[in-house]
């Protein structure tokens, strides 16, 4: 933890040698998430710094975190280009959602729940108006159907990649706005985005200004993030709990809250939302679509030995995922004299570090990174499979969310193995009916 008194020890140092330290101490409270501490450094450093390249930059700095420090203000809404209009009129069953991603830009479970969700609520009746924010999906093309479902992709004259955080909230919570003027919602309805809160706070904030019901879907538990060093991960402490603040503000303003699952529903009553309003709606598969099949073995990846069992994982590439625990499990069956295969499907940022591993252990004919495929063709990859398993590390997050794709390879007759997080347990049974349970983080 950070000592303002830290910076004592530094009144002996030239400017040049005091600003190198300065530097050094922010970018190591950054790594930790200590967002109010690193400004405490930037004010320091705009006390002192005598070079004018230097001084830009603290300023930057300083720009940025008290951007971040808004974002995380309970009291802050992103409507600063809102202009109230309560007495716009008002469409039964129409339904404005916010999400931060949909299909087919995003194969993910939160995207198929996403599609899912909104054809649910087409056959029950409802108009759905799903929006995306600014700069997701083709710039050139405003609307986008999928399937039945008709996304809005917001737009916008100003270049939200020049602009910080809130400025960037606060114009999608502008066109937002715009569709909710020309579809006349009644109720408005956002789910889990990038940082956790931010569509919440763009939708809640067009809700308020219309005066309709904001119903918020907290599809993962986001009070702990990571920051990745190249070394190994790190708990970003104080930002995570004022993101989750913020999740809780959001849970406490909405209307009805819809939690992933009953872990979800716990911390939400521990921090004081009201249990009558909350619904746990877990993650479902379309049974139709996911079905026991033995096709897609044959062929499909090249280089795989039929003849040997075959575990794998789909999912993005996250840090959070675990892929290397498994690829490290792989070896370990190997030095057992139990040679399998192990299909990993998905793309992210932690490729490059499976890959490697899969490399370091000589794994090349064993394990197979296939990169992102089409949705279309995921249940073939399922098929591939004898056992599904989900490494999932442990984090607050991941003993807190119910990811999809193990609905789907039950719903496929495929036996699964997970690490035992409550969320994943949750899934499984406590006493393992429905799957098994290793050891978190363990080969």
């Not at 931010?198 to 599809?219: I, K, N, T």
């Not at 986001?222 to 991960?233: I, K, N």
């Not at 679509?289 to 090249?302: H, K, T």
Request: with cysteine.
């Amino acid at each position: 933890m950070f000592d303002s008194g830290e910076i004592s020890f530094y009144v002996d140092l030239d400017a040049g040698q005091l600003d190198h330290k300065l530097g050094s101490l922010y970018a190591s409270l950054m790594a930790e998430g200590e967002i109010y501490q690193a400004f405490q450094v930037v004010e320091r450093a705009l006390a002192t710094t005598q070079d004018d390249r230097s001084r830009d930059a603290w300023e930057r700095r300083r720009s940025q975190r008290i951007d971040e420090m808004r974002m995380f203000d309970p009291s802050w809404l992103p409507d600063a280009y809102i202009e109230e209009k309560s007495s716009v009129g008002l469409r039964p069953s129409v339904v404005l959602g916010m999400f931060k991603s949909s299909l087919p830009h995003s194969l993910a479970g939160y995207t198929v729940r996403t599609q899912k969700t909104l054809e649910a609520q087409q056959a029950a009746g409802f108009e759905v108006v799903p929006c995306t924010p600014l700069g997701f999906g083709d710039p050139g093309i405003p609307r986008e159907a999928v399937g039945t479902v008709d996304y809005r992709r917001l737009r916008s004259d100003v270049d939200v990649d020049a602009l910080d955080r809130t400025s960037t909230l606060e114009h999608n919570a502008k066109a937002l706005f715009e569709v909710a003027l020309e579809v006349k919602p009644e109720l408005i309805h956002a789910a889990s985005g990038f940082y956790g809160p931010d569509m919440g706070l763009v939708a809640l904030s067009v809700a308020r200004a219309l005066d309709r019901p904001f119903v918020y879907e907290l599809r993962g538990l986001l009070p702990e993030t990571w920051s990745y060093d190249g070394l190994g991960l790190k708990v970003q402490r104080q930002a995570s709990w004022l993101r989750w603040r913020q999740e809780l503000r959001l849970a406490t303003d909405a209307a009805a809250v819809i939690a992933l699952g009953t872990n979800i529903e716990s911390e939400l009553i521990a921090g004081g939302v009201d249990r009558a309003k909350i619904f746990v709606v877990p993650n479902g598969v379309d049974l139709e679509e996911f079905r026991p099949s033995g096709a897609g073995r044959q062929g499909l990846i090249p280089g795989l030995d039929t003849s040997r069992p075959t575990i794998g994982y789909i999912s993005n590439l996250g840090e959070r995922e675990g892929h290397v625990v498994l690829v490290e499990a792989v070896a370990e069956l190997r030095q057992r004299g139990v040679p399998v295969n192990c299909v990993i499907v998905g793309d992210g940022p932690m490729r490059p570090a499976i890959e490697s591993a899969v490399a370091n252990q000589s794994l090349e004919g064993q394990v197979f990174v296939t990169g992102p495929v089409p949705h279309a063709e995921v249940k073939d990859y399922y098929a591939c499979l004898d056992v599904f398993v989900v490494p999932r590390l442990d984090d607050r997050a991941a003993r807190y969310t119910t990811p999809l794709k193990p609905f789907e390879a039950m719903a496929m007759r495929i036996p699964l193995i997970v690490s035992d997080l409550p969320a994943l347990l949750e899934i499984v049974g406590e006493g393992g009916e429905r799957g098994k349970a290793f050891y978190c983080g363990s080969s």
